[in-house]
């Protein structure tokens, strides 16, 4: 059985960081592309960070030079750095197997329970 367990969110002030982590079965992160996705109340799970098995990165723009994406293949888990947040990235974020792009976001698995992150002063 596929799983991810994401964690690290938590209750945040502007302008700091947080790192967040995605443990996943070692059967959906060998080899394949990961991503995170986030979610608001009302709105898509969107894709907005993914990384190839060959450490390849590609952002949302709304995310771009903020977010950093990376992976560690031993502990098949990974890990999303968020820096100067914003009241906007209040979210839900969740990680999964990409099989698309993020233009056509196509994630693999069911989802785990995701990671809370709220930014508020």
């Known amino acids: 059985q596929v799983q991810f367990v994401e964690s690290g969110g938590g209750l945040v002030q502007p302008g700091e960081s947080l790192r967040l982590s995605c443990v996943a079965s070692?059967?959906?992160?060998?080899?394949?592309?990961m991503g995170w996705y986030r979610q608001t109340p009302g709105k898509r799970r969107e894709l907005i960070a993914m990384?190839?098995?060959?450490?390849?990165?590609n952002y949302a723009d709304s995310v771009k030079g903020r977010f950093t994406i990376s992976r560690d293949d031993a502990k098949a888990t990974l890990y999303l750095h968020i820096g100067s947040l914003k009241s906007e990235d209040s979210a839900v974020y969740y990680c999964?197997?990409?099989?698309?792009?993020?233009?056509?976001?196509?994630?693999?698995?069911?989802w785990g329970q995701g990671t809370q992150v709220r930014v508020s002063s």
């Open positions: 990384v190839t098995r060959g450490n390849i990165t």
């Open positions: 999964n197997r990409e099989d698309g792009s993020l233009k056509r976001q196509r994630p693999a698995y069911s």
């Open positions: 070692a059967v959906a992160f060998r080899y394949a592309a």
